[in-house]
């Protein structure tokens, strides 16, 4: 990859781009709405040119591009795609980081027409609750896993190549459907961090506020670290993958009641069977990731 040009500098697509430069010597042009945090980028040595959303510059930046990553949150990809599409070589593979698949590829499918073969869809299964460009780290994606939604139309060289960077990027590669990714990622991404902003939101609107914070230590921050995240972010990723995550937070309601039933029942043996099969559980996944 020689040329590659990035929508959407952020801590996602900065990252992607501090990897692949430390790799090797690709030349990566980034694109989006905010002027300042561009030339941020450039002065941190994360990107080597770039450009506003105008139609001729968009047109000049993807001269000779091999490869567009779109890093932006997941409801800019029609218009960023809508911006690419007049100006999209044949030779050109577009791919995305975005937290939900099954949006995006139909989005993808209706404005590239044709063109949808060029397209792979990608999530890095790695972040922060941080934003933005200062947040991104050349070792972000090392050891992480990365999930490639290809369809029965994309083309396989796109999807080789695009895998290839990744792994160039340090991460492990994995394939499958847009919508088991959706349902994996409501699941262990998605319901957490809504659960996460709602207990801090819950807490924060409270009379004694500020006293339940001074109090809080790390069992609230550990829970609570990804109530930070992006709130523009958070608001199109839970409105994309909106069935899944509904029935995700219909499954925890009652997981809640059943809780809630043994503590007014007093069932204390009920209560930590449960705590038991959960502690052993979560112990065991930390234990396999190392
Ligand atoms: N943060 C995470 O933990 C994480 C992890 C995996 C995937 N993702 C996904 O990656 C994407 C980027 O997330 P991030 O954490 O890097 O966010 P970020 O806020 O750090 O960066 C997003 C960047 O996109 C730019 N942008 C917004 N609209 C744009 C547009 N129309 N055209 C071009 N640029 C535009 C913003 O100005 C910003 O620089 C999102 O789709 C998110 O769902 C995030
Ligand atoms: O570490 C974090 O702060 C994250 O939220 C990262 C995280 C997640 O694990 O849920 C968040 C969203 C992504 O799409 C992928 C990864």
Redesign the pocket.
Known sequence: MKKIVI?????????FALALKKASATHITG????QE??QE?LKLGVIDAFSD?QEANIHAALQDTDLIM?????A??A??LQ?IKPHLSSNTVIT?????KSDVLACAKEVLGEQFNQFVGG???????????T??MSDLYAGKNIVLTPTAETNKDGVAVVAELWRTCGANVSEMSAETHDGIFAAVSHLPHLLAFALVDDIASRPNAAQLFSFAASGFRDFTRIAG??P???R??SLANKTALLSELDAYQNELSQLKQLLTNEDGAGLQALFNRASTARNAWAKNRQ
């Open positions: 929508f959407g500098v952020g801590l996602i697509g900065g990252s694109i989006g709405r905010s945090s561009l980028a959303t779109i890093a932006a949150p997941v800019q990809t218009s960023i911006s995305d980081a975005g937290s939900t999530h890095p299964i790695a972040g922060a609750e941080k934003s933005g460009v947040a991104a995240s992006h523009e972010m958070w199109d990723i």
